[in-house]
T-cell receptor, first 116, second 111 residues
Framework: GAVVSQHPSRVICKSGTSVKIECRSL??????MFWYRQFPKQSLMLMATSNEGSKATYEQGVEKDKFLINHASLTLSTLTVTSAHPEDSSFYIC????????????FGDGTRLSIL | KQEVTQIPAALSVPEGENLVLNCSFTDSAIYNLQWFRQDPGKGLTSLLLIQSSQREQTSGRLNASLDKSSGRSTLYIAASQPGDSATYLCAPAYNNNDMRFGAGTRLTVKP
C-alpha cells in the first residue's frame, strides 16, 4: 500500500487563488520531504527540500514567497502555491524518505493543478 | 551540472518483444540509481534500485544494469506486454536526498 499520501489529487481554480497541497507519510516519520514539479512530457524538477521544524531549502530559480512550504510535524508537509497563475499549472509530486536508512524515497501520487 | 538523458524519448513495439531503455548521466559520482514507472497523470512507481556498488538488479521481467564509471544505466524489459505501456524514468541520486530525473522514455506496447 501507499506509504506517502498526497492530497488533493486534482485542483482546478481561478487565477489569483492560493492552493494548498498536503503530503503525509503514513507509516513512518519523515524528517525530510521533497517537492517536485513536472510539466507535460518533461522530467521531474526538484523545487525544494522540506525539513521538519526548520525552513525549507529551495532550488535555484524557485520563488520562496510563491511556493510556501511548511513541515510542522514529522508526518506532514504542505506546499502552498500563493496567488496562483496559469503558468503555475503543473503536476506537483511529493516524496519522503525513511530517515537513517538506505531505503529509496517514497513518492505520492501527485497533484494536478490547473489554473484558469 | 548534473544532467540525465534518456534514449529513446518514445518507443512503440509489438507485444512480446524484448527491449532496452537507455539512461546516461553526466556526473558519475552517484549514491544509487532508480528506475521508475509513471502512468499518465499518476505518480511514480519504483521498479528497481541499484546501489552505486552494484552492477545490476532484477525483478521479474525487468533487469537494470549500472556502469557507474561510464555514467550509464539500462533497463531491460523481457517479453513486453501491453500493460507495460507507461513512461519509464531514470533517476540517479547524488546523495540519499538529491535525485535527478531524466525526461523519460514513453513506451507503447501494442497487442
Amino acid at each position: 500500500g501507499a506509504v506517502v499520501s498526497q492530497h488533493p489529487s486534482r485542483v482546478i481554480c481561478k487565477s489569483g487563488t492560493s492552493v494548498k497541497i498536503e503530503c503525509r507519510s503514513l507509516d513512518f516519520q519523515a524528517t525530510t520531504m521533497f517537492w517536485y514539479r513536472q510539466f507535460p512530457k518533461q522530467s521531474l524538477m526538484l523545487m525544494a527540500t522540506s525539513n521538519e521544524g526548520s525552513k525549507a531549502t529551495y532550488e535555484q530559480g524557485v520563488e520562496k514567497d510563491k511556493f510556501l512550504i511548511n513541515h510542522a510535524s514529522l508526518t506532514l508537509s504542505t506546499l502552498t502555491v500563493t496567488s496562483a497563475h496559469p503558468e503555475d499549472s503543473s503536476f506537483y509530486i511529493c516524496s519522503a524518505r525513511v530517515p537513517y536508512s538506505n531505503q529509496p524515497q517514497h513518492f505520492g501520487d501527485g497533484t494536478r493543478l490547473s489554473i484558469l | 551540472k548534473q544532467e540525465v538523458t534518456q534514449i529513446p524519448a518514445a518507443l512503440s513495439v509489438p507485444e512480446g518483444e524484448n527491449l532496452v531503455l537507455n539512461c546516461s548521466f553526466t556526473d558519475s559520482a552517484i549514491y544509487n540509481l532508480q528506475w521508475f514507472r509513471q502512468d499518465p497523470g499518476k505518480g511514480l512507481t519504483s521498479l528497481l534500485l541499484i546501489q552505486s556498488s552494484q552492477r545490476e538488479q532484477t525483478s521479474g521481467r525487468l533487469n537494470a544494469s549500472l556502469d557507474k564509471s561510464s555514467g550509464r544505466s539500462t533497463l531491460y524489459i523481457a517479453a513486453s506486454q501491453p500493460g507495460d505501456s507507461a513512461t519509464y524514468l531514470c533517476a540517479p541520486a547524488y546523495n540519499n536526498n538529491d535525485m535527478r530525473f531524466g525526461a523519460g522514455t514513453r513506451l507503447t506496447v501494442k497487442p
